[in-house]
């Protein structure tokens, strides 16, 4: 990973220690059960992790998004659900901070984030929009009084139940067009999400992301003023793609940290033997240097493009191409480093009870072809490729 | 007359083979780059808000009445106030036109369909005469 | 090369009648062109003549008859079709 300033370093080593001593031990349980993983959330809170972006002006930790990246990938390391409800909570707050206007009611909100370490969930997927996050159906009413309410029935909300605060989007008005969207918060007591389904699935088993119905009256001010189209551009997808392919990659990494572990043991088992694991594991490692370098080159090139004046390469096609194609590669490849652990490791990475166990890493990286589909993706990718000038 | 009015009505089918054929070359000759950023549906512009917002410049193009002034389809832009209406902003030609004929603000509402293939717009000023 | 601008209009002008029996200044948007459609035609003449009209040159009555267009492209110093 890129070098960090001291702060920084301090703010990864806390996080590694989170993931070493609370994730780690809780993590077969969080997925047996399928339960929330209320530990390690308590133990960011406990360092301030939940407030790391907020800038230092507003009292959070300033870090940079570098070093957010880095803290999905140490989670993912040691258990995928606790790592994918950071990164969920994280991009939200990144996409605030992003488009924060001076003196906006969102600036005393990071405020008291920050203080009272509070838990966002993004509530953008929608039914009857097909999975189109560009387009929703439920829209902002105004409710007199400078207040507006809303009503959005939600197929899946990660957390939703867990979290403090949701981030919403939604059309901007009744009688807005659906690709005319915005994004509300609403605090606990502004809303109430009634759970609609169950959450009982394959893998990231600890997200708890059933579905559910959304109500919620609000301040007109909880509205960010930026419209959606440009914060999903410049932010919310890019950022979310990223946050995602570390927390895969480190998945993936503790996956074949563990068929390396098993191979040494053998080796020592078996001294001076041959060992065809351990070629197996060869290969396996150049499938990990793929997907580390895919993921690597994607953050650098997001900061660099966020550098430019008014993040303008954000808004290129050939950026949402590229920022596609990391989630395309990363969720593609993240399971089959998974699937290779499984070949190097055998029967003792099959059974979930022993040092060597990938199954959970198995399942969880299965989720990453799925959280936005990647078909919905080629199709976007697809049009893009035939207008775009560059790619 | 107290008002101007203008209304235009187009295939959706127009815009997306002028993307297929001409790609960015066609967004930058007609849009601003903000037009083509609230246009994207996950990520690619969607054929059918940028024909809405093309009815909406040519509805404006009937208000201001050009005549033989070169009129660039960039000089009228249609934006969205921060959590408000959507609105024409006026540049170069465009705004010239309408400070000579000493129009007031032009209002828009726009809209397109999502199964027929069409887009609409229609745009409203008034003139010195309602005053 | 008034060959060249009929075929571009008959190809791209989306003309409710066949272009062939349209006199030299026919005015093409009474015949039919929408104002979307001549935007497909600028573009490609523009691509066909490899040249670019300038913003002063965007007017209405640049594309209004097979006659202006083909003075158009004089102005402009196309030269055959690319």
Known sequence: MSVLAPPEQAFLTEIRRIADEVAAPHAIEVDREARFPAETVQALRDVGALAAFVP????????????????????????????????????QVVTIVRHLDAGSWFEGYLR????????????????????????????????????????????TVSYGTFADDLLTTLRRAPDADGGDQVLALTARGQHELETTGTWDPLGMRGTCSPGGVLRATLPAEQILATP???????????????????????????AFDRARAFVRASAKQKPGQPLPAATRLSHLMSELSMLRAEVSSGLREFCEASDTPGRERLSTMAAALRFN??????????????QGALGVTGIVGFKNDTPFSVGRHLRDTMSACLMVANERIHETNASLLLIAKDV | MPLRVGID??????????LSAHGERYLARVFTPREVEDCRADGAPAPARLAARFAAKEAAVKVLRPGAVALPWTSIEVERAPGGAPGLRLAGAAAALAGDAALGPLALSFTHTHTRGLAAAIVVAETPASR | MPDAIRTIIQEHGRMPVDVSTLPDDADLYAAGMTSHASVNVMLALEDAFDIEFPDHMLKRSVFESFAEIRAALEELGAGAPA
């Open chain 1, 56 to 91: 230092a002006e507003l009292g959070g930790g300033g870090v940079s998004f570098e070093a957010l990246a880095a803290a999905c990938f140490e989670l993912g390391r040691r258990c995928g659900a606790s790592a994918m409800v950071f990164a969920m909570h994280q991009i």
């Open chain 1, 112 to 155: 008291e984030l920050t203080s009272e370490q509070r838990l966002i969930a993004s509530v953008t997927s929608e039914v009857g929009t097909g999975g189109d996050m560009g387009r929703s159906v439920a829209a902002v009413t105004p409710a007199g009084e400078g207040t507006v309410s809303f009503e959005k029935q939600a197929p």
């Open chain 1, 228 to 254: 959606f189209p440009a914060i999903s551009a410049e932010s919310m997808v890019p950022v979310s793609h990223i946050l995602w392919s570390h927390l895969w990659l480190g998945i993936a990494t503790d």
């Open chain 1, 325 to 338: 194609n990391l989630k395309l590669s990363a969720s593609d490849q993240a399971p089959r480093v998974c």
């Open chain 2, 9 to 18: 009505l187009l295939d959706v089918e127009e815009v997306e083979e002028a």
